[in-house]
Nanobody
Framework: QVQLVESGGGLVQPGGSLRLSCAASGFIFRLYAMNWYRQAPGKERELVATITSAGSTGYADSVKGRFTISRDNAKNTVYLQMNSLKADDTAVYYC??????WGQGTQVTVSS
């Protein structure tokens, strides 16, 4: 069955960086687009970044220029490099594959 396992979250100061990882299994990873979503307290889940099977990427305006999504098909892993983090980036970050497959989430807290 499809499994997505996120890691790499934590507490970081404003301006800092984190790299999230999502290890995928149970499907042919290289054939699928992969997404990162986030959900902050009291807010709806929002799409942060996407990467197609061909490697094309897209970003929410709020993270453009600061976050980078990438994938390693040999390792069945998708990454989210987050730089210049702000307090507004605090959220649970989820890995996603269409349709309806989600990881358990990893908490990112940006605070001094």
């Amino acid at each position: 069955q499809v499994q997505l396992v996120e890691s790499g979250g934590g507490l970081v100061q404003p301006g800092g960086s984190l790299r999230l990882s999502c290890a995928a299994s149970g499907f042919i990873f290289r054939l699928y687009a992969m997404n990162w979503y986030r959900q902050a307290p009291g807010k709806e889940r929002e799409l942060v970044a996407t990467i197609t099977s061909a490697g094309s990427t897209g970003y929410a305006d709020s993270v453009k220029g600061r976050f980078t999504i990438s994938r390693d098909n040999a390792k069945n892993t998708v990454y989210l490099q987050m730089n210049s983090l702000k307090a507004d980036d605090t959220a649970v970050y989820y890995c996603n594959r269409a349709v309806g497959y989600w990881g358990q989430g990893t908490q990112v807290t940006v605070s001094s």
